[in-house]
């Protein structure tokens, strides 16, 4: 058995935990490679919306485990507010959801470094969420973090207090920044309980044994490929890889154990945070996607910018991940417009580029569009793909022409329902 891999093609909030969870009921295990609660995924049915930040998006499915893999850097306090959350939809969690001990913690000092880092970039900031991403990948790549395996070592607190004296002495070099740990530390102590009550597993090996025992796997990814931090636009992207590649050292997966990869990409594009956006639309257009899209991030409720789909930019992500199916989200917001601009291109000093120079930051990128006769019709109640418009499917060849990969699913709504396979292809 190989893992199948699903992940962000653009700059996140493609909708890769809708598709997670509608694609769970074929898997047996889903597990989360990398990021951490920078993370926003929804799930919608049955009425209910729900937006997971740790866990895994396969977590309402009965009978599938829900793993994070040791990519991920979680923090105790949102995780257990994530654990109430659910709550009341009587999920038998102890027995859906493991741990890996390798999986990294942010400490409540985490998050103060990211602030003050952000605060003393001034107009240079990257835009983080600021739950302290950065700060925690920093201190594993440093070798100074903590594990959730240490949280069971009698030593633990010695090696919380060492790492939080390291932390306050970084602290005190920003000047100006005030801080009072006296609530977060008891309140982030209470909150490991909801860890401790969780089975914490060695992930690489409860996953290989699961594949030799025929299970079937998918990794979820988070954030996208575009803030991937080899591969993004550097500065402005996460701290972790967010490509196909994060499978591999985030869940402990050998790269010729990978099997399909599923790319999740807007009909357009959005970004949240600082950086390059060669398609962003500063006008009526972008504020008008940005208003049928509810295009407001998950995690911290911020504006999306919006613009049209860029193809130079899918294509590199493709290429990066080996993508070898795509499902393309929110075909129905696109619903609002007569026409729909594609950037096949760039004009970058009078030159043709059809991809991300390394100067991208510093230089003026000109996107260049073909158009493309909108459906300008509502797609929401479509059940069967074969019945959407002929402009819809003629958007969609044209990409899998452009793209040279098949586009599986068209999402027309949030909800689960709303999901259209393309059965040509399926
Ligand atoms: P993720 O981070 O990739 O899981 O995506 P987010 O959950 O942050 O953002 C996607 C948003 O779009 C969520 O509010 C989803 O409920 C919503 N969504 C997903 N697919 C569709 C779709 O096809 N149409 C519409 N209108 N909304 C969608
Ligand atoms: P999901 O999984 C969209 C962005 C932040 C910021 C940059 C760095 O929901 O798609 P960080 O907090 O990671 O240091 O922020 O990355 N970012 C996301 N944007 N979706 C996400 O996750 C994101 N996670 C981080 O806005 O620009
Ligand atoms: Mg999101």
Redesign the pocket.
């Known amino acids: 058995m190989k893992v199948d891999v699903l992940l ?1 093609l653009q ?4 909708g ?2 809708k598709i997670v969870d509608v694609l769970t009921p074929k898997y047996d295990i889903i597990a989360r490679f990398q ?1 951490g609660p ?4 929804t799930l919608e049915f049955e009425g209910v919306k729900h937006v997971l930040h740790t866990i895994p998006s396969g977590i309402f499915h009965e009978g599938v485990i829900n793993l994070i893999g040791n990519g991920v850097v979680i923090d105790p306090v949102i995780f257990r507010e994530e654990l109430r959350k659910l709550e009341p939809f009587n999920i038998d969690i102890r027995s859906r959801l493991v741990i890996s001990k390798k999986a990294h913690l942010i400490l409540p000092t985490h998050r103060l470094l ?1 602030a003050a880092s952000e605060a003393a970039k001034g107009k240079n900031k ?6 302290g ?2 700060p925690t990948y920093m201190d594993k790549t440093g070798r100074n973090g903590l594990r959730v395996g240490d949280i069971f070592s009698p030593n633990f607190r010695e090696k919380y207090d060492a790492l939080v004296d390291k932390h306050r002495q970084m602290l005190d070099r920003y000047d100006g920044f005030e801080y009072d740990l006296s609530e977060l530390e008891p309140n982030w102590m209470e909150a490991l309980e909801s860890i401790r009550a969780l089975e914490a597993v060695d992930s690489e090996h409860y996953l290989n044994n699961a594949m030799l025992n025929g299970k079937k796997v998918l990794a979820e ?4 490929t575009m ?1 991937d931090i080899d591969f993004g636009t550097y500065p ?4 972790s890889n967010t490509v196909t590649a994060g499978t591999c050292t985030g869940l402990g997966i050998a790269p010729n154990r990978i099997g399909n990869v599923i790319g999740i990409f807007k009909a357009y594009c959005t ?5 390059p956006f060669p398609t962003e639309l500063e006008d009526e257009t972008g504020e008008a996607i940005r208003k049928e899209g509810h295009e407001f ?4 409720g ?1 504006p ?1 910018r919006c613009g049209w789909i860029d193809l130079p930019a899918l294509k590199y992500a493709i290429m990066i991940n080996g993508v070898t199916e795509l499902s393309m989200m929110k075909a129905d917001v696109l619903s609002i417009f007569k026409e729909i601009n594609v950037c096949t291109h760039y004009i970058i000093n009078g030159e043709k580029y059809d991809y991300f120079p390394y100067d991208v930051n510093d230089v003026e990128v000109t996107p260049v569009y073909e158009s493309l006769p909108g459906w300008n019709q509502d797609l929401t109640q479509l059940s069967d793909f074969e019945d959407s418009p002929e402009e819809l499917k003629a958007y969609v060849t044209y990409l899998e022409q452009k793209l040279q990969v098949p586009i599986k699913v068209v999402s027309v709504g949030p909800d689960r329902k709303q999901t259209l396979h393309n059965k040509a292809l399926a």
């Open positions: 962000g700059w996140g909030d493609e890769k935990g990021g920078n993370a926003g995924h990211d990257i835009g983080s969420t600021l739950k991403i950065g990814g988070a954030q996208g803030l402005f992207v996460t701290s970004r949240v945070g600082s950086g991030g998950a995690t911290t911020r999306r």
